[in-house]
């Protein structure tokens, strides 16, 4: 079942709590490769630096940030700008009730609005929660790389899977701001 949540634009001061559920997954799991917790003002810098480019959407319920999305720079090259990569990150005890396909989706949606061509996802594996979450939205594994990080003792595989966001004959143009892609994703 769907937890009642409100999903939007992340804002200035969600970092904290966004920095708190990325942080558990950095200590407690071999998901993300960070060793070291992320302060909020670090993360929050981040966001500010591609704030026009790259959308982080927050699920919210009640008055707490159960989850978080973002997209980021896939590769430095020019020719890679319309290609992003995105995560999705939830606090512990709220998998399987469908809110990460929800705030993933939107995501995507946000994503496609914009302009952009694909995007990219990044699993270490292995981690069959994740790999379901992307197949169900209709992304595709297109490799993985063995042994690639190192974490807790033990190499971790990661494998990638891409995401078709726009037509293959798509010629890409100017990408629209996250909030006026969000806006034209819901309405509002």
């Known amino acids: 079942m769907t937890p009642t949540a409100t999903i939007r634009l992340a804002e200035a001061p969600d970092f904290d709590a966004i920095a708190a559920i990325n942080n558990h997954y950095i200590r407690d799991t071999a998901i993300h490769f960070g060793e070291a917790d992320v302060p909020a003002e670090d993360m929050r810098k981040l966001w500010r630096q591609h704030f026009d480019l790259y959308p982080w959407i927050v699920s919210v319920a009640g008055d707490t940030i159960v989850g978080f999305a973002k997209s980021g720079e896939f590769r430095t090259r020019a020719a890679y700008r319309w ?49 379901r979450l992307h197949e169900s939205l209709g992304f595709v594994h297109w490799g993985t790389v063995r042994r690639v990080g190192r974490k807790f003792g033990a190499w971790h595989d990661v494998g990638f899977w891409q995401l078709l966001l726009q037509p293959e004959t798509h010629e890409p143009g100017a990408l629209l701001p996250p909030a006026q892609a969000f806006a034209a994703v819901t309405g509002g």
Do not use: D, W
């Not at 995560?87 to 995507?108: A, D, E, F, Q």
């Not at 594996?125 to 994740?130: E, F, H, M, T, Y």
């Open 83 to 131: 290609t992003t990569e995105a995560g999705i990150y939830l606090v512990p005890g709220m998998h399987g009730r469908g809110l990460g396909k929800l705030l993933y989706g939107r995501l995507c949606g946000v994503l496609r609005a914009q302009g952009f061509h694909q995007v990219v996802g990044g699993i270490t594996l292995p981690n069959a929660a994740s790999v």
